[in-house]
């Protein structure tokens, strides 16, 4: 029997903007109009609230929801010594369990639909199993990319380049493609390992005819785009995370390989990685889209992210005409383009831009209602798309539906035990925090652990 479900008077941002009723069959949108009748469906009021794209994050590590806000003053460097190298050595398949289930519920309690997790916390299968369970459990449309990079200390059996790609090649073909979660590949960082082990873990996701990510471009990586293109190795379904350290021509060389980039303003500021590629991306020819990253540092959360992204981008913008001793007559970017790197975007980068990432017919409803009630919105800004961008608050995403199926309804996620995810959530934080110390200690995976202080000490005194 066909499930409808008929929202009733919000403002919808989309094709058909302005107020609008919609309806939903199968968790499909068949119908955008202002007025619609549909007596035998389910009715959702959306009266005074903004009809809305569910976000996408394009680039998360869930598994860090278990150490939230430890980075709030690190540097990349500090991050790499105490996070990489130290909390990751002591991670259970049960936290990153945990922690992939509360991050993708955090996400979608603020309205992100769709997010790319990338997974680099594969100690062993088990923790495979286990962040691709949590993220299944939480309802959220994802994909998971199963990292390569050899966490410090992983059991000698799972040390090996080999096994690490049979397991996963093994791992991705069996969990298949079909439901909201999906796999891809996260590739080692490429500095870390020799250029045919990369192509060896390219090769496995373009057999599963699978997606690829990977950290691109900060000074750890300054040529990594260029040695990627050089071994022959750029292609399309491939989304670069950060690349600030990226020449034009680097940018250039993704967009021309039918790549897609992925900016995470926040970390980037905070964490010295130079100023986000916005404006450098869209000059040649790249949509950027929007990566939260980590919660170990900031709030999962995609409004903060638009707003900083956007302001940034002005500001670069603005600089070069300060620097003429001239002040900007106007602005080019605007918060409808902040809005579309934070959903249609993001979908196109994950190849999901002809199911989801607008309000449009025949699309997925994945939707979001956000309420425009709260004195934050008194009196209610005339554009809706500025309002749901500078002024809106992850608070005010009072309901979320991925593929038609409400995740939050009424300001509540729906079908959450929320006090057992509070237990587990805490249990596991204060296993890890406990364990910091001994992790910091580890002597295993030596070879890992010195390449990366290398790295650092150079990139710390260049
Ligand atoms: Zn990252």
């Given at each position: 029997m066909t499930r409808r479900l008929l929202i009733e008077g919000g403002t919808v941002i989309g094709a058909a903007s302005g107020r609008a009723d919609m309806l939903v069959e199968d968790g499909i949108i068949r119908a955008i109009e202002s007025k619609i009748s549909a007596e035998d469906a389910e009715r959702v009021d959306a009266t005074g609230m903004i009809v809305a794209p569910g976000f996408v994050d394009t680039h998360r590590h869930l598994w860090q929801t278990g150490i939230r806000g430890v980075a709030a003053d690190w540097s990349l460097v500090e991050y790499i010594r105490f996070i990489r190298l130290g909390f990751a050595t002591a991670y259970r398949p049960e936290d990153v369990r945990i922690a992939n289930e509360a991050g993708a519920l955090e996400a979608l309690d603020a309205g992100i639909t769709t997010i790319a997790d990338f997974c680099h916390i594969i100690r062993t299968p088990e923790h495979a199993e286990a962040g691709w369970d949590g993220l299944v459990s939480s309802g959220i449309r994802g994909q998971f990319h199963l990292g390569f990079y050899d966490v410090p200390t992983v059991p000698p059996y799972y040390r090996d380049h080999e096994a690490r790609v049979i397991h996963a090649r093994d791992f991705l073909r069996d969990k298949g493609g079909s439901g909201l979660v999906t796999g891809g590949v996260a590739l080692t960082e490429t500095n870390l390992i020799p250029m045919e082990h990369t192509a060896d873990e390219i090769r496995v996701a373009r057999d599963l005819d699978l997606p690829i990510t990977m950290h691109m471009g900060t000074l750890s990586t300054p040529d990594a785009v260029a040695r990627l293109h050089k071994a022959g190795l750029l292609g399309p379904r491939m989304l670069h995370v950060h690349c600030n350290a990226s020449g034009d021509d680097e940018l250039g060389l993704i967009a021309d390989s039918g790549g897609a980039i992925s900016i995470t303003p926040e970390t980037e500021l905070q964490m010295g990685m130079g100023y986000p590629v916005t404006n450098r991306a869209l000059a040649v020819g790249l949509a950027p889209t929007i990566g939260i990253d980590i919660v170990s540092d900031y709030s999962g959360d995609m409004f903060a992210q638009m707003r900083l992204l956007l302001q940034t981008a002005r500001a670069i913008d603005n600089q070069k005409i300060l620097d003429q001793r001239r002040m900007p007559p106007s602005i080019d970017l605007k918060v409808a383009d902040a809005f579309r790197f934070a959903t249609i975007n993001g979908a196109e980068a994950m190849g999901l831009g002809s199911r989801i990432g607008s309000i449009d017919v025949g699309k997925q409803a994945d939707f979001i209602l956000v309420r425009q009630d709260g004195i934050h919105h008194m009196p209610r800004t005339p554009d809706t798309t500025a309002s749901l961008v500078l002024?809106?608050?992850?608070?005010?995403?009072d309901s979320v539906f991925v593929e038609g199926q409400a995740r939050k309804r009424h300001g509540t996620l729906v079908g959450v035990d929320l006090e057992r995810i509070r237990k587990s959530a805490q249990a596991s934080s204060d296993y890890l925090l406990s364990a910091f110390e001994d992790a910091m200690q580890c002597t295993g995976s030596a070879a890992t652990r010195s390449t990366y202080n290398a790295e650092v000490s150079r990139a710390t005194s260049a």
């Open positions: 002024q809106a608050r992850p608070g005010d995403v």
